[in-house]
DNA sequence: TAGTGAACTGAACAAGCGTTCAATCACGGA
DNA sequence: TCCGTGATTGAACGCTTGTTCAGTTCACTA
């Protein structure tokens, strides 16, 4: 695509996606300027405020992850990054994820959710066929497993790249998550087939001890 | 402890834990000066710059934490942490650790690979005692568990509190942590418990195709 | 008692930040 | 052709940051 072929606006918008992929939110607008070939001045007369640059980019951002095909997404959000991070039209907003994530608030929070609906649909499918077992809570089972999934990428991603503000570029990201599943692959799959307890004296106790769970089935293991 | 009791230099170093720990690095050093009582020039004529303050804090933060009885630690990371949160005197070591952990860096590092090594111990004792399931790969299993237990804490965190540097006192990590284990306790016991998937075809192709692992048993399931 | 050095202060500094704004440029309609 | 409106620039502003430093206080020692 020519650069004419595309409003200034977006240009900019553009820029600051992959400025903040590259170095997170901290990234200034004097850089995020002259990435996008343009003055300081231009990007407040279009956006107003750094704060308007910022939703406009999260909108953006969202709504490109929102349109990805549920199909990608099967698997997790482990799977889900993985696949995503591989397509080159899907790096900048991959990274631009997991700098939000790391950024908390709520964007993190959208994207979090967004993941959540999107694996209660085909987890719901893998438990009526048999693939998956049934939870006491399906919905906590679902946030946990995707809130451990973005956690541990998470800190693997920042213990890795140095900093929370170092630098990562499109080929840092692939690099990252293949050594990711390299690593840790095969017990994230031993794990989630075998468990971690050899009985479930532990699990009994606390079922019993504990606070009602917002059961959504009641069945039995 | 009186005021007194103690020297300028660690009132200033114990001022700055909790303020890091409230509110974060990002963290001024007038905010700094501020809560030790003390002027600017104090700080910098003790520890020389920002980042010589930041060394000795995250050092002292380690030590005391490494000190901590084994005992706590057994339960893993969020175990551990829900544990330490509670009692007073560690409240802000725990807290400036989850601080930590989220700017990542050599810190965090240090601190995860403390839990990890701790974790290999118990971990082996219990494997020993048949209380849990042997791993392909011992060492990768714990640390996937540090980084998820850490991670999914540090998302639930920066979700619940806002922004990463929003202000998180005593009170608010003690809730934020029993909030964690009411809702996602029973589900955590029960994933370790039951696993995920129904059979283990997934992972026993994933296991006959993927790249060998670093086995420490051959131990079959 | 005089002197020495460490503890400590307050003011100033340079650099970086986001924001503002007057001035220019380009271009389509009257 | 003229005019007006939106795009665009560059310089400046105010604020906050970490750092520096000359000067003051004060306890201890020779």
Redo the contacts with the bound molecule.
Sequence with gaps: MAPSDIT??ARIRDAAIEQIARKGY??????I?DAA??????????F??????RAACDDHVLETIMNVKSETMRGGAVAAMAALGKMEEYVNPTAYCLRAIAAGGDVAQRIVDHFVADAKAWVGEAVADGTLRPSVDEEARIRLMTLQGFGAMQLFLSQRVGSADAELGPAGLNALLDDYLNEYGLVMLEMYTFGLFASSDMFDAFRAAGPNPRATTTEEH
Excluded: E, Y
Excluded at 48 to 53: N, W
């Design positions: 200034t606006r901290g990234v200034s607008m004097r850089v300027a070939g343009v003055s300081l001045g231009l990007i407040n007369h279009h107003g405020s750094k704060d308007g640059l």
